[in-house]
């Protein structure tokens, strides 16, 4: 019996070693999607399994006790459970959190202009201007394409979503600039100072943008300048109107460079051709400027960049003058123009970085109407520090504080106004990620005039949700605060001015894949505090005016871009709707101001050709019209101009002399034929009116871009052309 029971215990005792527990159940990820090929496994041994194509698992053990479940799964956080393991079966539902992901994160969008996914945020490359018909290689005339955004006129200027052209302001490596812009005269049109190849990109932002910028009531163009160029190389750019060079130099091991070029431009030959409209020529526009950049590796992480820019420019001609016809009135402008800007960026730590720089503009505009000087000048000297830090991977912070100092000066004959401006500013802004669908940014921005003699605080607050892999949608809201213009501050001591303000809700929607963007943003913006013109000051001879206006703008901007549905492809199609109005400068009411037109349609195709090695483009524009003055209306500015069509096509045809990378092109604005009429313009009286239009109706222009590469890197013309335009 005893030897019975010795058995009978040693059986149980075997039985028990090798009683089996099951262990079963699903995985899936926060969003109840099942997690095929997810990896389960008891720690520090080989029992597991792997999920199959609906996220169910099973598998058994003879481990007994306490024990560790690990489940992992590429781009999810691993999940880890203590289980009891006594020969029963297991149920579990596991639930995996997504693994933050910069790459796959949703991005803040709102008002942020994207049409590309490369991070995000560059809109249009260099190469996506220059190759946009009509846009002649301006980086504002390539804009002018995109939602929102609208040339009025012959006006410089960018004006967005029923916003002046003083509301947009213009950003290079962080720095405000003013007079981005060739200087000009009114009726006469001009384009942009910088040119697009300076540039890694462009980010157009309509609105809602980051509490790093201020002083912008509608919008924000923000450029930043290439870093270290890939190679030494020089270059002729050569057209019946100008001819330009330049010439880039790496050394000291590829850690500096220098570089530098002149354009001369004379338009006299184009005058011969093309006779404007709107004015007679006494001299044609002769202008030269020239620039300076250097690079330098401070470190491996650290880069400093150096760019300066002079102008020199000069016209005169003879235009009609509205209140006394036949008479004209003969003006001439010479302009002088410096820039200066230097910039510092280093990584400070793994987790703390910083950007710092310097900048200096000057611009003198000498006009003569006449024998009556009207000249101005401004000068502006600004500094800006930013830091970053990586709190963890899903929080961020940066925050900074700029200074401007800015001295503005106008003439009126004998007479001189001037205005000097002291203004600070400072920020502070989070990114916040909560997964990597749901972000949010929060910022608030502080400013003090010493001209105004006033503080303001926006706060900013932007929202984004990741609907699917490619798809997202984003809110932003935010005050944006402006001193007002130079011309109303030189009057403005007897009746001090605030800060004009605007503030701004926005709801988007986009899809972005590498070769496909659609998207749909509707806006509300309201202004409060606009300046005014109130009663005329007999007794000092100019306008009194104060902060009394207001208005809003609201609408719909569509953007789809494609790069795929046709080889060798690349169009797109943008569209928006305004509906906006305002009380502000002499208006005596609110109405529709003279630069809002209710609809504008853009549609940009470009083709590759690779059989001849040629790009060919087209760009259509339609505006459905401008509000005008007319003093015999009953209404204030109750007439619409005509609606405005133009065509305009390029080709670039890219090939080789003499070994060197060489790019003839040529543009067609206009193509149609059609007139191109703004509005009309009336005598104070009523009784006198001219057309307002565009100088020339139709231009055909052409030349010729060879890039020199030197030693080694003339390898880069080995490769093929096609490769090249890509």
């Known amino acids: 019996m005893k030897k019975i029971f010795t058995l009978f215990l040693s059986l ?17 990820d926060t969003k109840k999607e099942k997690l095929p090929g997810a990896n389960i496994i008891i720690k520090d041994t080989y029992d597991g399994t792997t999920t199959d194509s609906i996220g169910n698992f099973t598998f058994t053990t003879y481990e007994t006790g306490t024990q560790i479940l690990i ?27 997504e693994m933050f992901n910069e790459l796959n994160a949703v991005v803040i969008s709102a008002g942020a202009f994207e049409a590309s996914d490369e991070k995000k945020n560059t809109i249009l490359k260099p190469l996506d201007i220059v190759t946009t018909a009509g846009a002649e290689g301006d ?16 006006d410089d200027g960018l004006y967005v979503r029923g916003g002046s052209d003083y509301e947009t302001k213009t950003i290079i490596d962080g720095m405000p600039v003013n007079n981005p812009y060739f200087s000009t005269v009114p009726d006469v049109p001009s384009r ?19 509490a790093e910028y201020g002083q912008a009531l509608s919008s924000a163009v923000i450029l930043n300048t290439e870093d270290m160029p890939d190679f030494s190389a020089s270059g002729v750019s050569i057209a019946p109107i100008f001819l330009g060079a330049f010439h880039t130099q790496k050394f000291n091991k590829d850690k500096t460079a220098l570089g530098g070029g002149f354009n001369y431009t004379n338009l006299a030959l184009f005058d011969e051709v093309y006779n404007p409209a709107t004015f007679e020529w006494i001299n044609s526009v002769e202008a030269i400027d020239g620039s300076l950049f250097f690079r330098q590796k401070t470190s491996q992480t650290g880069l400093l960049k150096v760019y300066f820019q002079k102008e020199s420019s000069n016209f005169s001609l003879r235009t009609l003058d509205i209140d006394s016809l036949p008479q004209t009135d003969d003006i001439e402008l010479g302009n002088n123009y410096n820039y200066f800007n230097a910039s510092w960026r280093e990584l400070l730590t ?5 950007n710092a720089g310097v900048s200096y503009s000057k611009n003198n505009d000498d006009i003569v109407v006449d024998g009556f000087d009207v000249g101005r000048a401004d000068e502006t000297y600004q500094a800006k520090i930013t830091f970053n830090n990586e709190i963890t991977k899903k929080i ?23 205005i000097d401006d002291d203004y600070f500013g400072t920020f502070v802004e989070s990114d916040i990620f909560i997964t990597n669908d749901i972000a949010g940014r929060i910022g608030v921005r502080a400013e003090y005039s010493e001209a105004l003699g006033k503080f303001n605080l926006a706060p900013r607050v932007s929202l984004a949700y990741k609907t699917s892999k490619n798809a997202q949608i984003s809110f932003a809201y935010g005050d944006f605060y402006q001193t007002p213009q130079p011309n109303y501050l030189y009057v403005a001591e007897t009746n001090p001015l605030a800060y004009e303000k605007a503030t701004h809700y926005i709801l988007n929607y986009q899809y972005i894949t590498n070769e496909r963007t659609f998207r749909i943003e509707g806006y509300y913006k309201k202004y409060s505090d606009l300046i005014t013109q109130d009663s005329f000051n007999l007794e000092n001879f100019y306008f009194d005016y104060s902060n009394q206006g207001y208005g809003f703008a609201q609408g719909i901007d569509l953007f789809f871009r494609d790069k795929k549905t046709i080889k060798y492809a690349d169009f797109w199609i ?21 630069f809002a037109a209710q609809n504008i349609l853009s ?84 009784e006198n009116m001219i057309v307002s239009q565009a100088p020339i109706k139709s231009t055909l222009f052409f030349g010729i871009f060879m890039s020199i590469l030197y030693g080694d890197d003339r390898r880069v013309n080995d490769i093929d052309i096609d490769k090249s335009a890509e």
């Not at 980086?139 to 012959?154: C, H, M």
């Not at 106008?410 to 001189?416: E, M």
């Open 192 to 210: 942009g100072r910088f040119q697009p190849f300076m540039f890694k990109g462009t980010v157009f932002s309509t609105g809602g943008y980051s």
């Open 139 to 154: 980086i504002y005339g390539a804009l002018e394409t995109l939602p929102g955004a609208s040339k009025v006129g012959n």
């Open 574 to 594: 943008s569209y928006s709707f305004l509906d906006t109005k305002r009380k502000f400068s002499n208006y005596p009411e609110e109405v529709t101001p003279t």
């Open 12 to 28: 149980c005792s075997i039985t028990l070693t090798f009683a089996q527990t099951t262990i079963s159940g699903n995985v899936s």
């Open 396 to 418: 961020k912070i940066r925050y900074g504080a700029e200074y401007q100092n800015q001295h503005f000066e106008q003439k009126a004959g004998i007479l001189n106004f001037g």
């Open 350 to 354: 793994d987790k703390w970085g910083v």
């Open 603 to 686: 549609l940009v195709y470009k083709h590759y050709i690779p059989s001849i090695n040629t790009q060919v483009g087209a760009t259509y524009r339609y505006i459905s019209g401008w509000p005008y003055y007319n003093p015999n209306a009953e209404e204030f500015l109750s007439d619409i101009s005509p609606a405005l069509h133009n065509l305009a096509v390029n080709a670039s045809v890219l090939t080789s002399l003499w070994g060197n990378f060489t790019v003839f092109f040529i543009s067609w604005d206009n193509v149609l034929q059609l007139d191109q009429i703004y509005g009309y313009q009336y005598s104070s009286n009523g």
């Open 71 to 97: 489940v992992s799964f590429i781009g999810y956080e691993n999940y880890s459970d203590t289980i009891k393991l006594s020969a029963t079966t297991i149920n579990l539902d596991i639930v995996l959190k």
